[in-house]
Each structure stands twice: as structure tokens, then as C-alpha cells.
């Protein structure tokens, strides 16, 4: 009977494993990833401050809207879409200059799911605007037309 209760256990533990690890991977949405922290939040926007330590990994997280990043400081990172064994070499992505702004087009393109490690000896850091509902904000343009001057 001892036996049997021990087995039991170790089978338990021994599959409790794998799902354990799925639980770590699930997506998250962008806002809510490891080192991605928001800083400010209107209707419009959330502002979020990207800062990944060397040998850190941001875990999978979903670009589930319109997004522009600014690199503050680049490193050498690697990215791996979710669902896919293939991991980008360093030097693909992430690692532009300072002052380097990129754009995420989930309207067109649908959202993105990915994890970015950073596998380089300085901490990645940017900051990127998350647009809360696609297109123009509703407010329409005046044609300044019946202004004087």
C-alpha cells in the first residue's frame, strides 16, 4: 500500500510538471509581461516602461493593439513567436539605437505573440505607447476656415 501512495505521488508530480511549464509560457497581454511596466494610462493610451535585465526574458506576451516603441537603451536580444521552436539570432530585433522608433500595425496585421530574452551584457530599455483604440481619436479637425488671418 506504501508503495502504492508513493507511485501515486511521484506520477502526480511527474505530470504536474509539463503543465506547470505551460502555465509560465501562457501569453499575457503585452501590458501585464515581466518588465513591462505601466506608467501612465488615459482612454487613449498606456505608457509603458520596458526595462529587461541581462538573461532575462520578457515571457510571451500578446501585442493585442496598435503600438509604437522608442529604444532608450538597445541590447542583444533574441525573439521566439509563440507556438514555434525557432528563436532569432541576436541582432535581428530590439536592438536599435537610441532614439529608434518602431511601430506594431495590429490593425493590419494582427496581434503578435512573442517572448524577447535578453542575451547581452547591458539592460534593454524602452518605452512603448500602447494606443487604446484604433484609428483617429474622434475628434474631428477644424478646416480653419472661418478664421481671420
Keep these: 500500500m506504501r508503495h502504492a ?3 501515486s505521488a511521484v506520477l502526480t508530480f511527474t505530470l504536474a ?3 506547470l511549464a505551460q502555465l509560465e509560457d501562457k501569453p499575457v497581454p503585452m501590458d501585464k ?4 511596466i505601466p506608467v501612465f494610462q ?10 529587461i535585465p541581462p538573461g532575462r526574458n520578457t515571457g510571451y506576451h500578446i501585442h493585442y493593439a496598435d503600438s509604437v516603441s522608442v529604444n532608450l537603451m538597445p541590447a542583444s536580444q533574441t525573439n521566439q513567436n509563440y507556438g514555434s521552436n525557432e528563436v532569432s539570432a541576436p541582432g535581428t530585433g530590439g536592438e536599435g539605437a537610441p532614439g529608434r ?12 505573440t512573442h517572448k524577447a530574452t535578453n542575451v547581452g551584457p547591458t539592460p ?3 518605452i512603448s505607447f500602447i494606443f487604446e483604440k484604433p484609428g483617429p481619436a474622434g475628434n474631428t479637425v477644424s478646416d480653419r476656415s472661418g478664421v481671420n488671418g
Design 5 to 7: 501512495v508513493f507511485a
Design 17 to 19: 510538471q509539463p503543465a
Design 33 to 36: 509581461a515581466p518588465f513591462h
Design 42 to 51: 488615459n482612454d487613449w493610451i498606456i505608457l509603458l516602461n520596458v526595462n
Design 101 to 112: 522608433a518602431t511601430f506594431t500595425n495590429v490593425t493590419k496585421d494582427g496581434p503578435r
Design 124 to 126: 534593454f530599455h524602452n
